[in-house]
């Protein structure tokens, strides 16, 4: 193996591990005449897509999980000990890793949330947190309303239906749903995601409210058709309730079984945000009470350990922490993260910056 792929320790399985030259990329071999750059290193913890790859390796020596799997937190610490770039995706970095990698400078979370990242522990080592939002926006909005449509016309449930040999004959009867025209969809948190969930309702006719902390223009909200409203009339008039809010102190078990008590019984949940936003258990006992109709849920408290009386529910749709899956989008969020990285390693302040305490220019 070449000299200039970065060597990781004694104790971390190669095989977990690979240099840029599995992909074909020479990541340091940058020569001016017969003089070779000092590079700074960096750790992809998933592999991403090729462009993005290759743009992060004309400026850093570059090591990359080539498994699509979190590694555990020793590996972690161990292959982030000499990096001074952190490039992650779905995997923690925890106050513990950060202690752990003394010349860390910069972590590029691949996502707009960043909840796993300890950014107080990153503050105090005035190291640079970016994340990639905007990028995720139109896909998210469309899951979002992929499971409302799901749960709405009960499409899973018929799916399966037809795969079983249950459909014998047709029947007046069998499998009714909810119109989405004339129907009030309620959105909780009315930021890029928010309002595109909103845009795709206009299209089906739908009634929209909508209760944020941050509201928008009235200009936008007349271009929208979104009426703003406190968060009980929210929560008493939806007959969809569309969860878009970061998960924060403020916003753990956000929706309780206070908040579900208030809903209607014909009304669906739908969560794409973070699962710690809805308290799982009281969300089961809600839909075993029949005291809502049914849920569509990316995302989980305790992912990807689902509570079991959810996977049996037929008027629950689950899909597994998918928002952003599409192929264009996460090229762009990849592209977007490697961008953050080279401006921070570079000395300029990145594009995406998310402690803009830490930067010290």
């Known amino acids: 193996m070449p000299a200039a792929v970065a060597q990781l320790r004694e104790g971390v399985p190669f095989l977990l591990l690979t240099s840029l030259w599995a992909y074909g990329i020479n990541p340091v071999s940058i020569l001016f005449g017969e003089k070779q750059l000092s590079l700074p290193k960096v750790f992809i913890t998933r592999p991403l897509p090729r462009a993005a790859i290759e743009r992060i390796a004309t400026r850093c020596e570059a090591t990359v999980n080539p498994e699509d799997v979190r590694l555990p937190p020793a590996q972690m610490a161990e292959a982030c000990r000499e990096v001074e770039g952190l490039v992650t995706s779905g995997t923690p970095v925890s106050a513990g890793l950060v202690e752990q990698a003394p010349h860390l400078r910069v972590v590029c979370t691949v996502g707009v949330g960043y909840d796993n990242i300890d950014v107080a522990a990153c503050t105090r080592r005035r190291i640079l947190v970016t994340n990639t939002p905007g990028v995720v926006t139109e896909a998210t909005a469309d899951l979002s309303f992929a499971l409302l449509m799901a749960v709405a016309r009960r499409l899973v449930e018929a799916d399966r239906y037809v795969r079983e040999g249950h459909w014998l004959y047709w029947q007046w009867g069998n499998m009714w749903g909810t119109d989405l025209a004339g129907k009030t969809l309620g959105i909780l948190g009315f930021g890029r995601i928010g309002q595109a969930v909103a845009r795709r309702a206009r299209g089906f006719s739908m009634r929209i409210i909508y209760h944020s ?149």
Not at 289 to 309: C, M, N, T
Request: aromatic share 4%.
């Open 213 to 361: 902390i941050d509201r928008p223009t009235p200009e936008r909200e007349q271009e929208l058709g979104a009426q703003y409203v406190d968060r009980e009339t929210l929560l008493r008039e939806a007959d969809f309730l569309s969860i878009h809010v970061p998960l924060a102190p403020d916003t753990n078990h956000l929706i309780s079984s206070t908040e579900l008590a208030m809903m209607k019984p014909t009304a669906f949940l739908i969560n794409t945000s973070r699962g710690k936003v809805v308290e799982e258990a009281a969300l089961v006992e809600a839909l075993q009470s029949k005291r809502i109709a049914g849920a569509g849920l990316d995302v989980f408290e305790f992912e990807p350990q689902i509570h079991p009386a959810l996977l049996a529910m037929p008027n629950v749709v689950v899909t597994p922490h998918m928002g952003t899956a599409t192929g264009e989008t996460r090229l762009a969020m990849a592209m977007m993260a490697a961008e953050n990285l080279l401006a921070a390693l570079a000395g300029q302040r990145p594009p995406n910056l998310v402690n803009p305490e830490a930067w010290g220019k």
